[in-house]
């Protein structure tokens, strides 16, 4: 008689059954642990060995961070498996693998706030000094350091797998490199403001925030413009063209960044103190962030919604998304302009069209005709220029 394992064996079916989440779905639950642990225990403990943070509350303080940590990091995991999963995965097993992760991470977490507690703890070890803490302590952080390195591994293999499945890898590397640069100057030069809690980071917390910005919003997000500037009919390619057409619109794009600066010039406040290399250098990075957020990303994606959406000709295209691009931009800059302190309401509104939305349009109109590159060299001159001239 066939058993109810034999008959489920048999069925073509049972194949199509989950047994293993692979290589993408063990990546979600390492992260997961990972997270929780680095932030939880290991943290938590070179604060307090450190002195910098005091022992009082040791175990609430711990979990509460492990939770954080283990969200973080299974959304990092999660997404980070999944792009890397490999071309030999499809997207819908792969989503249920996902899935399951999921519901794997409950009992690995669990595993993972025993070992971030012994972690935790390692201050109480060390100031009782008996022997039974102290080596709950080290199995504590060999195994926090095992799925450390276990997590570190995942990722860097589906990091490759990920990168190396990237069609537009070449372009894509060199604009997310260049606005993570930006972004550290930027940061660097005005250190940023926790919105809501008036605390403004450090140096080193700049530059991790510039890190996190850069793997996880202007990565994907470039990536998708670039996939969507194929399918607009009439954008320039972003690359600079061979010979002396691609010469040609850099000379374009460096010509236009002078006039509109000219233009833009009596409008400007004049400078306090004469402008040196650094200020230059952290308005050139502003204006790359600008051109990779409002060109590249936004007038794209404006543009393949609007073919997506209506059938629309080139001309048309052109002028609905430079149009709604600048608007957004002259809203993105009116709290500064606000605070500039214009004596009349007409001033302020002269010097938002001029030196707002007219080099918002220009240069939004220099994205389609002449490209990316000479966009960025526009709006990077035309800022040199005006720091330089406005004193």
Same mark, same amino acid.
């Given at each position: 008689?066939?058993?109810?394992?034999?008959?489920?064996?048999?069925?073509?079916?049972?194949?199509?059954?989950?047994?293993?989440?692979?290589?993408?779905?063990?990546?979600?639950?390492?992260?997961?642990?990972?997270?929780?642990?680095?932030?939880?225990?290991?943290?938590?403990?070179?604060?307090?060995?450190?002195?910098?943070?005091?022992?009082?509350?040791?175990?609430?303080?711990?979990?509460?961070?492990?939770?954080?940590?283990?969200?973080?990091?299974?959304?990092?995991?999660?997404?980070?498996?999944?792009?890397?999963?490999?071309?030999?995965?499809?997207?819908?097993?792969?989503?249920?693998?996902?899935?399951?992760?999921?519901?794997?991470?409950?009992?690995?977490?669990?595993?993972?706030?025993?070992?971030?507690?012994?972690?935790?703890?390692?201050?109480?070890?060390?100031?009782?000094?008996? #022997?039974?803490?102290? $080596? +709950?302590? =080290?199995?504590?952080? !060999? %195994?926090? &350091?095992?799925?450390? *390195?276990?997590?570190?591994?995942?990722?860097?293999?589906?990091?490759?797998?990920?990168?190396?499945?990237?069609?537009?890898?070449?372009?894509?590397?060199?604009?997310?490199?260049?606005?993570?640069?930006?972004?550290?100057?930027?940061?660097?030069?005005?250190?940023?403001?926790?919105?809501?809690?008036?605390?403004?980071?450090?140096?080193?917390?700049?530059?991790?925030?510039?890190?996190?910005? #850069?793997?996880?919003? $202007? +990565?994907? =997000?470039?990536?998708? !413009? %670039?996939? &969507?500037?194929?399918? *607009?009919?009439?954008?320039?390619?972003?690359?600079?063209?061979?010979?002396?057409?691609?010469?040609?619109?850099?000379?374009?794009?460096?010509?236009?960044?002078?006039?509109?600066?000219?233009?833009?010039?009596?409008?400007?406040?004049?400078?306090?103190?004469?402008?040196?290399?650094?200020?230059?250098?952290?308005?050139?990075?502003?204006?790359?962030?600008?051109?990779?957020?409002?060109?590249?990303?936004?007038?794209?994606?404006?543009?393949?919604?609007?073919?997506?959406?209506?059938?629309?000709?080139?001309?048309?295209?052109?002028?609905?998304?430079?149009?709604?691009?600048?608007?957004?931009?002259?809203?993105?800059?009116?709290?500064?302009?606000?605070?500039?302190?214009?004596?009349?309401?007409?001033?302020?509104?002269?010097?938002?069209?001029?030196?707002?939305?007219?080099?918002?349009?220009?240069?939004?109109?220099?994205?389609?005709?002449?490209?990316?590159?000479?966009?960025?060299?526009?709006?990077?001159?035309?800022?040199?220029?005006?720091?330089?001239?406005?004193?």
């Amino acid at each position: 008689m066939t058993s109810a394992i034999d008959r489920q064996a048999d069925d073509p079916r049972a194949a199509l059954l989950p047994r293993n989440v692979g290589r993408h779905g063990w990546t979600l639950v390492t992260w997961a642990m990972a997270g929780g642990i680095a932030l939880g225990g290991l943290l938590v403990s070179l604060m307090t060995l450190s002195g910098n943070l005091s022992a009082y509350g040791l175990f609430p303080m711990s979990t509460g961070l492990f939770v954080v940590g283990a969200l973080i990091g299974m959304a990092h995991g999660g997404a980070l498996g999944y792009l890397g999963r490999g071309q030999e995965v499809l997207p819908r097993p792969a989503r249920r693998d996902m899935f399951l992760a999921v519901l794997y991470s409950v009992p690995a977490l669990a595993v993972g706030w025993l070992v971030t507690i012994w972690v935790a703890m390692t201050v109480v070890a060390v100031f009782m000094g008996r #022997t039974a803490p102290l $080596v +709950g302590s =080290a199995i504590g952080w !060999a %195994l926090a &350091a095992a799925v450390l *390195v276990s997590a570190a591994v995942l990722g860097a293999r589906a990091f490759r797998s990920a990168y190396a499945g990237w069609p537009e890898r070449r372009a894509g590397t060199l604009i997310v490199a260049a606005t993570f640069a930006a972004l550290c100057v930027t940061f660097l030069a005005d250190r940023p403001e926790i919105w809501g809690l008036r605390l403004r980071l450090t140096e080193v917390g700049g530059l991790l925030l510039a890190a996190e910005i #850069t793997i996880w919003v $202007v +990565g994907p =997000a470039v990536t998708m !413009a %670039l996939r &969507a500037l194929k399918r *607009v009919p009439g954008l320039h390619p972003v690359g600079v063209a061979p010979g002396w057409r691609g010469a040609g619109d850099l000379l374009v794009g460096l010509t236009t960044g002078v006039v509109v600066g000219l233009l833009v010039v009596p409008f400007a406040a004049p400078a306090s103190v004469p402008a040196t290399l650094g200020t230059v250098v952290a308005g050139v990075s502003a204006a790359l962030v600008d051109e990779v957020l409002l060109r590249l990303i936004l007038v794209t994606g404006v543009a393949w919604l609007l073919v997506r959406w209506h059938d629309l000709h080139r001309e048309e295209l052109v002028l609905l998304s430079v149009a709604a691009v600048a608007l957004l931009q002259v809203i993105l800059y009116a709290p500064g302009v606000i605070a500039t302190g214009f004596p009349t309401a007409l001033a302020a509104l002269a010097f938002t069209a001029t030196a707002v939305l007219l080099p918002a349009a220009v240069f939004g109109l220099l994205y389609w005709k002449k490209g990316f590159s000479a966009a960025v060299l526009a709006d990077a001159v035309y800022v040199a220029v005006v720091l330089i001239l406005a004193t």
